[in-house]
């Protein structure tokens, strides 16, 4: 017995271009991509921007780039191209025109000319009646000529799906299983407009069944859509695609994330510096795990253990702390020049950064990582870096605390400056050691005695980088050209360590 094979696998993703593209709708196109990435299938990116005033084409780049940003690359759709387009829903609006004639020709939708407020006065009789509020079926019996007639008079009219009575709508959802609604339930919903815009409903069947859809993976909240659908590819005699709804992606308190919780869209994330393999590794985790008790993945190797049926139904709650290190672990792997690259717009924010040079993109690069290594996200650099730029004695003796603690250690601190008068810059930890084990033999002090009047002296913070990092970073920034680099001018160890004693006194 031979079978059909089944057709190649072909899934979406159709942002509405009203917005930032929020983490949720992230993690659904990321689940769409790992699907069809995984079985060899098409991904194609459909705009559907049906929401005139609200649809902008600053949105719709914006989340172009959010998706490139993250690797979620297409292969098919708008800006690729491809044997379905135009891949824009304003584009598409003669197709939506012709389909709309074809129900109202075999009699499966029909006119309506109710007004707004006869629809909102049988709005408010229903939920009196403690009944769901649906259309009642007010104008079902208008017939074609009659409906016509009213039209040519200036009448306006929206287009309705006529839905069956006291039926079932049943389909097999991939995450969930088995779901049924009953058609009393759904009421008569809109097509068409009556300014000619399809409604959301409509638009997206038949999109999908042109572009030749064959699952639609997309959030839970789409679920009450589903039988709307179901019964409009019926209505055109298409066969439905296989449908998957997951989570959404909640707060902390299991609401649905929104700017209450936080940041909340893509590039919030990305502004404040989470790594684009950080952001995508840790939404892969929300409602799913690749198994084997591992969670730091690369992107492919997400895919090669994607499968939907392995998607949980559970509210999946979005996490800041897991997000952290999730980047964290990122951060550390991340090459140095890309870290360097990656730092320029938050030290430029700060103002310590112009134009960067040749050398002070080296400089950054040999910096960048040790700082990189203690913060969640690169927008802490700055506090981090402030050591390097934004060096103070007088800032730091006038908190009371450190003052005090300067003048207990004074006989480190002078036998500091001493020694580094006549000591060549500290290029590397070596040298830097070095130096420090002079100044314990010179004063007896150690450990905590020792390096902590030290750090105060060169870095005038209480605490921060490792010294030997810290202090090498310090000499190298100094040897940088003032006027040649972009850089704000970095103090030496010798100019800190004189400068500290002379606020001292």
């Known amino acids: 017995m031979t079978t059909t094979p089944s057709p190649p696998l072909r899934v979406r993703f159709a942002p509405s271009p009203t917005g930032q593209l929020h ?78 004639v074809e129900l109202l020709a075999r009699g499966s939708a029909y006119q309506c000319f109710c007004t707004a407020e006869e629809l909102e006065a049988d709005r408010q009789r229903a939920l009196a009646a403690g009944l769901p509020p649906q259309y009642n079926g007010r104008c079902r019996g208008i017939g074609r000529d009659a409906a016509r007639r009213r039209i040519e008079n200036g009448e306006k009219a929206v287009i309705r799906l006529r839905v069956p009575d006291a039926r079932d709508v049943v389909f097999q959802d991939v995450v969930r299983g088995e779901v049924r609604f009953n058609t009393n339930v759904i009421g008569d919903p809109v097509l068409v407009r009556s300014d000619g815009v399809p409604a959301y409903n409509f638009a997206v069947v038949i999109d999908d069944a042109l572009m030749g859809i064959t699952h639609v993976v997309r959030g839970e909240d789409h679920i009450s859509n589903t039988p709307r659908q179901v019964l409009l590819y019926e209505a055109f005699g298409w066969q439905p695609p296989a449908f998957a709804h997951v989570s959404l992606v909640m707060g902390p308190d299991h609401a649905p994330l929104s700017k209450r919780h936080g940041a909340t869209s893509v590039a919030e994330f990305r502004g404040r510096g989470y790594l684009p393999e950080a952001l995508i590794n840790y939404l892969a985790l929300i409602g799913w795990s690749p198994g084997e008790d591992q969670e730091l993945l690369p992107l492919d190797d997400l895919a090669s253990r994607f499968r939907l049926e392995d998607v949980g139904h559970s509210a999946g709650v979005f996490d800041v702390e897991k997000l952290a290190w999730v980047n964290r672990h990122y951060l550390k792997a991340a090459p140095a020049d890309r870290l360097a690259a990656l730092s320029v717009p938050y030290l430029q924010a700060a103002g310590w950064l112009g134009q960067p040079t040749e050398a002070d993109t080296a400089f950054l690069a040999r910096v960048i990582p040790a700082a990189a290594a203690s913060v969640d996200k690169l927008d802490e650099l700055p506090a981090r870096l402030r050591f390097l730029f934004d060096y103070s004695a007088d800032r730091s003796l006038a908190a009371d605390a450190l003052r005090a603690e300067a003048q207990q250690s004074s006989e480190v601190i002078r036998a500091l400056a001493a020694e580094l008068s006549t000591t060549p810059p500290m290029l590397d930890r070596d040298a830097f050691r070095a130096m420090a084990s002079r100044v ?45 680099s972009g850089l704000r001018a970095i103090p030496s160890a010798r100019a800190r360590a004189a400068d500290f004693v002379n606020a001292l006194g």
């Open 23 to 100: 983490v949720g709708n992230a993690r659904t196109a990321l689940f769409n991509w790992l699907l069809a990435r995984r079985t060899g299938g098409t991904f194609v990116l459909r705009i559907e921007d049906t929401d005139l005033e609200r649809s902008t084409r600053v949105s719709e780049a914006a989340i172009l780039d959010d998706l490139k940003w993250l690797g979620l690359t297409w292969t098919e759709g708008f800006e690729k191209g491809g044997d379905y387009g135009p891949y824009r829903q304003s584009e598409r609006l003669h197709v939506y025109r012709a389909h709309a």
């Open 440 to 484: 314990r033999e010179q004063t007896g002090q150690k450990g905590k005695g020792l390096f902590h009047p030290m750090r105060l002296v060169l870095t005038g913070e209480p605490e921060g980088l490792e010294l030997d990092a810290a202090v090498p970073a310090i000499e190298h920034g100094a040897l940088l050209v003032n006027g040649a």
